[in-house]
């Protein structure tokens, strides 16, 4: 086992303490309280410290509680919960990753795929359970008060984007021929497990997230998406190289390549490059330099740190989500 220092045990705190400032602080009371808890714990704070560095994510840590059924409760009775449970705990932490399907990402992907003409193959990158490949199947609403529905009519799934700036808010849905994904451990949404693990993503307190995840779930089982399991760097080629000369070929994702190392990044922002596709990348700010850097000068940030770009030229900042758009 690693030897634990001071500095080990500070790091974790200091992880649990901005994750409940800057991520849980008004979108989940429950998280905010817990993650609080936890950063003033040197108990649960050493346990946490003992897991691997990529697994001790707040996000994947509280998700193991909560598919493992931690009851809603203050911070005390959390920490009490954690050490009684922390073998069952550390199983779930040490065998799955942090997944989370948001198809309230695809309301900011549509804005730039429904300026495609012609039929488009999407394929996704870090598809997880594939659920951000149908945003022509959602239904999607701007600003409170601007709607696109999917042709067919309204859908059980509704994403809402508040935008600022000239965005170009779609009048149409993209017209998707095929849906492919990859990723390392792709879920399925046809097994309960992965299901209540996917539902186990979703903090507490956004039951609006758990019925949409749900409704999308439906609609993937109705029209399934090819997904291959595997890296993303090792596939992109042959899923790209397959699509047919008359459809255009558009690799999407949203919140993977932070995952993957320098090199890995590196190598995907070579083959985006060269591969005959465009490129929709929706990322946290500092995962490609290159495309941060292109970010009009003035505008180096924004409080929604993510980056929208298109074909490797930033476009807009969204938040992590997709319920926020601000077009550059
Ligand atoms: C946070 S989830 C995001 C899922 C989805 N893109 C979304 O926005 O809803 C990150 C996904 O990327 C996958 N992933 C991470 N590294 C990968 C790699 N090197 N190759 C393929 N998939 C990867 C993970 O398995 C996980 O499903």
Same mark, same amino acid.
């Given at each position: ?101 948001? $198809?309230? *990402? ?7 795929? #429904? ?5 488009? &193959?999407? %394929?996704?990158? /870090? ?79 956004? $039951?609006? *997230? ?7 779930? #439906? ?5 399934? &998406?090819? %997904?291959?399991? /595997? ?98």
């Amino acid at each position: 086992m690693r030897p634990l220092d001071e500095d080990s045990l500070l790091s974790v705190s200091a992880r649990f303490a901005d994750f409940a400032r800057t991520e849980a602080y008004g979108n989940s009371d429950q998280y905010d309280t817990w993650c609080r808890a936890v950063a003033a714990d040197r108990e649960v704070c050493r346990l946490i410290a003992a897991l691997p560095p990529q697994k001790q994510q707040p996000n994947l840590v509280l998700a193991a509680t909560r598919y493992l059924g931690v009851p809603a409760g203050p911070g005390e009775h959390f920490l009490t919960w954690v050490r009684e449970n922390w073998d069952a705990v550390t199983e779930q932490i040490l065998s799955r990753s942090t997944q989370t399907n948001e $198809p309230g *990402r695809t309301a900011v992907q549509l804005t730039l795929l #429904a300026q495609i003409d012609g039929p488009i &193959a999407l %394929i996704e990158v /870090g598809a997880s359970a594939g659920l951000c490949l149908y945003p022509d199947r959602y239904s999607h609403i701007y600003d409170g008060d601007v709607r696109v529905d999917p042709e067919r009519g309204p859908s059980p799934v509704v994403t809402r984007c508040e935008t600022r700036g000239d965005a170009p808010i779609p009048t149409r849905m993209p017209e998707i021929v095929s849906r492919t994904g990859v990723d390392l451990n792709p879920l399925d949404v046809n097994d309960p497990d992965d299901m209540r693990w996917l539902h186990a993503l979703i903090w507490p307190g956004q $039951p609006e *997230r758990d019925e949409r995840l749900d409704a999308a779930a #439906a609609i993937r089982r109705a029209e399934p &998406a090819h %997904i291959v399991a /595997g890296d993303l760097n090792e596939h992109i080629e042959a899923l790209v190289d397959a699509v047919p000369d008359d459809v255009t070929a558009v690799v999407q994702h949203t919140a993977v390549l932070a995952y993957l190392d320098q090199a890995g990044r590196d190598r995907f922002f070579g083959q985006m490059s060269r591969l005959n596709c465009h490129w929709l990348s929706f990322e946290g700010l500092h995962v490609f330099p290159q495309i941060d850097a292109t970010v009009p000068a003035g505008i180096r940030s924004d409080d929604d740190r993510f980056v929208v770009s298109f074909d490797g030229v930033a476009r807009a900042f969204a938040s992590p989500h997709g319920t926020r758009l601000r077009w550059l």
